[in-house]
């Protein structure tokens, strides 16, 4: 199977197996650049490519304007029109090498009888959080054809959509992070309620609770991967206001869990793990058996490389906060992303979301640069 690029593309890893949306078609760059096969340049999309930054001067109908048509933001990303077409806003413009799904690690929570809310200015908002045993009883475990049928369904029309010139990225929330957000009511600056739960009712709370989360995300990442998602993304954002110590109790063997069953059943579909402010817990990442762990900018490339290994691929890094530089300095920056993470296993993106605000002349500079890299 070729890795080799077709015009603006590079088709692109692991051999397809009967479980696999891969079968019959050339594999896509970020599958050949995971799975360690040659490739010219880098692979590259960007978290939160789609979405608030978007304006209308670069398309008719953008995400602003939508917004404004559907301003709650539970409607836009539960209706699958809608949800594809913000998905395709980027491929559309840009043209990444990963489109990823237009929705949030919380979707879940409904067919788990966890009402919530995404409001405006506020976030996220559990309107029963979870702090007893009896509370972790009333959790169904997640069936996302019942619960979420509008996600199988948006993901096969990307697939179709983007006609296997790149990836089509799903995503879901780590059992830690999901917990958090469940237990802490929303965000959270302290994680003081989920930390109460971890210290003194750990097993009869919170394991009861992160098994759940596990077993659930197993199901959600199969449903994703049997619908047309050709990579799915692990967000354990909160982890990382663990310890070491009590990420290996209280992530890590989640984590794990996920990955090893996923495999099971689906060995080639590439994972990634991205938590925010992983520097104090990479090699621990790196257990969780993922296939790439992305950095986020605080962490030097070229260390991150060097403290995982290159038996695993990585994803970043680079400060989304670039953005709002100038073009020389945005170029500067990916070069230097790109020499320090080295020839192949690497996927180029920021080290978290882009930010409101960015200006989109920006992000697209941000692509022409990249897919113009060659190794």
Same mark, same amino acid.
């Given at each position: 199977?070729?890795?080799?690029?077709?015009?603006?593309?590079?088709?692109?890893? #692991? $051999? /397809?197996?009967?479980?696999?949306?891969?079968?019959?078609?050339? =594999?896509?760059?970020? *599958?050949?650049? %995971?799975?360690?096969?040659?490739?010219?340049?880098?692979?590259?999309?960007?978290?939160?490519?789609?979405?608030?930054?978007?304006?209308?001067?670069?398309?008719?109908?953008?995400?602003?304007?939508?917004?404004?048509?559907?301003?709650?933001?539970?409607?836009?990303?539960?209706?699958?029109?809608?949800?594809?077409?913000?998905?395709?806003?980027?491929?559309?413009?840009?043209?990444?090498?990963?489109?990823?799904?237009?929705?949030?690690?919380?979707?879940?929570?409904?067919?788990?009888?966890?009402?919530?809310?995404?409001?405006?200015?506020?976030?996220?908002?559990?309107?029963?959080?979870?702090?007893?045993?009896?509370?972790?009883?009333?959790?169904?475990? #997640? $069936? /996302?054809?019942?619960?979420?049928?509008?996600?199988?369904?948006? =993901?096969?029309?990307? *697939?179709?959509? %983007?006609?296997?010139?790149?990836?089509?990225?799903?995503?879901?929330?780590?059992?830690?992070?999901?917990?958090?957000?469940?237990?802490?009511?929303?965000?959270?600056?302290?994680?003081?309620?989920?930390?109460?739960?971890?210290?003194?009712?750990?097993?009869?709370?919170?394991?009861?609770?992160?098994?759940?989360?596990?077993?659930?995300?197993?199901?959600?990442?199969?449903?994703?991967?049997?619908?047309?998602?050709?990579?799915?993304?692990?967000?354990?954002?909160?982890?990382?206001?663990?310890?070491?110590?009590?990420?290996?109790?209280?992530?890590?063997?989640?984590?794990?869990?996920?990955?090893?069953?996923?495999?099971?059943?689906?060995?080639?579909?590439?994972?990634?793990?991205?938590?925010?402010?992983?520097?104090?817990?990479?090699?621990?990442?790196?257990?969780?058996? %993922?296939?790439?762990?992305?950095?986020?900018?605080?962490?030097?490339?070229?260390?991150?490389?060097?403290?995982?290994?290159?038996?695993?691929?990585?994803?970043?890094?680079?400060?989304?906060?670039?953005?709002?530089?100038?073009?020389?300095?945005?170029?500067?920056?990916?070069?230097?992303?790109?020499?320090?993470?080295?020839?192949?296993?690497?996927?180029?993106?920021?080290?978290?979301?882009?930010?409101?605000?960015?200006?989109?002349?920006?992000?697209?500079?941000?692509?022409?640069?990249?897919?113009?890299?060659?190794?």
């Amino acid at each position: 199977m070729s890795c080799t690029s077709v015009s603006s593309f590079t088709p692109s890893l #692991f $051999s /397809p197996s009967k479980h696999s949306s891969l079968s019959n078609h050339k =594999l896509r760059l970020i *599958q050949c650049s %995971v799975g360690g096969q040659d490739v010219e340049r880098p692979p590259v999309w960007l978290m939160r490519q789609a979405g608030r930054y978007m304006k209308a001067g670069f398309q008719i109908n953008s995400y602003q304007i939508i917004c404004e048509k559907y301003p709650s933001f539970r409607e836009r990303s539960e209706n699958v029109d809608l949800v594809v077409e913000i998905s395709l806003q980027p491929w559309n413009v840009f043209w990444p090498d990963g489109v990823i799904l237009f929705s949030d690690v919380l979707t879940p929570l409904s067919g788990m009888n966890i009402p919530f809310d995404i409001v405006k200015g506020k976030g996220p908002i559990i309107f029963d959080p979870i702090a007893t045993a009896a509370d972790v009883d009333q959790v169904r475990e #997640f $069936s /996302p054809e019942e619960s979420v049928p509008y996600v199988g369904e948006a =993901l096969t029309i990307l *697939q179709k959509e %983007v006609d296997n010139k790149a990836a089509v990225l799903g995503f879901v929330g780590a059992p830690f992070t999901l917990a958090s957000y469940v237990v802490e009511g929303g965000s959270s600056k302290n994680f003081t309620k989920i930390k109460c739960l971890a210290f003194s009712q750990p097993t009869v709370v919170l394991h009861s609770l992160l098994q759940k989360f596990a077993t659930s995300m197993t199901k959600y990442i199969r449903y994703q991967a049997d619908n047309g998602a050709q990579a799915v993304q692990l967000f354990d954002s909160w982890a990382t206001k663990l310890s070491p110590v009590d990420f290996e109790e209280f992530s890590l063997p989640y984590l794990k869990q996920i990955v090893d069953a996923v495999k099971q059943t689906h060995p080639d579909l590439p994972l990634i793990l991205y938590a925010t402010g992983s520097g104090g817990l990479l090699e621990r990442l790196a257990l969780t058996g %993922v296939d790439v762990v992305s950095l986020d900018w605080t962490v030097d490339m070229a260390e991150g490389r060097r403290r995982l290994g290159h038996d695993i691929a990585v994803q970043g890094n680079v400060d989304p906060g670039i953005l709002f530089g100038s073009k020389d300095f945005i170029t500067n920056r990916i070069h230097d992303t790109v020499t320090k993470a080295g020839k192949g296993k690497h996927i180029l993106n920021l080290g978290h979301g882009i930010k409101v605000g960015t200006p989109e002349e920006n992000v697209a500079h941000f692509f022409e640069v990249a897919k113009a890299i060659r190794y």
